[in-house]
């Protein structure tokens, strides 16, 4: 990933990475078919068990508000700490083949879905006002991409404190209006 992150995807090669890792070419066919893999490896990196990981820190609360807090803080915190995976996957994203470019859109879909259904689910029960739950769960991956995207703005920051601005940001969409 590092070479990657400062050189491009197309300006590595395969000898170039398996010299930086200490392993014969061969060595490292044995875990990769193209040089694609590489790039994909990557991002499976980022999404690993991630689903999984928001359902079930949603499951262990109460109340719409608390498990939809519970699956952003999740997904935000992954994607935090893993930022410059997540910088080279916008940037290197033209070089996945089709079939990851699929998967990763599916998965992507998979989380926003579960998003707008804690969302929708919130309006229901008038937890929540009404909103375009597929728009502000788009926003909330967008938020929780922000450091890999604009990471200067946060440099000296508490990821904390940043965490809780942007859950803030998004509440402050959801709040019900005064009666």
């Not at 909103?131 to 995207?149: G, Q, T, W, Y």
Request: with cysteine.
């Amino acid at each position: 990933m590092q070479m990657i992150q400062q050189r491009g995807f197309d300006a590595i090669s395969v000898n170039e990475v398996a010299e930086r890792a200490e392993m014969s070419i061969g060595g490292l066919y044995r875990h990769i078919n193209t040089k694609n893999d590489l790039l994909e490896m990557v991002c499976d990196e980022i999404n690993l068990n991630l689903f999984e990981e928001m359902m079930g820190a949603a499951s262990a609360e109460k109340g719409v508000t608390s498990k939809l807090a519970a699956a952003i803080r999740t997904y935000w915190h992954r994607h935090w700490d893993s930022s410059n995976a997540v910088l080279v996957a916008y940037r290197e994203y033209q070089s996945f083949s089709e079939e990851a470019k699929i998967r990763y859109t599916a998965q992507e879909k998979q989380i926003a879905d579960f998003f707008g259904d804690l969302i929708r689910a919130g309006i229901v029960l008038e937890e929540f006002r009404i909103v375009d739950e597929k728009l502000l769960a788009a926003e909330i991956i967008l938020l929780s991409h922000m450091r890999a995207l604009k990471g200067y703005v946060f440099k000296g920051k508490d990821p904390a404190e940043i965490f809780e601005d942007h859950l803030e940001l998004i509440f402050s969409r959801l709040r019900a209006e005064p009666a």
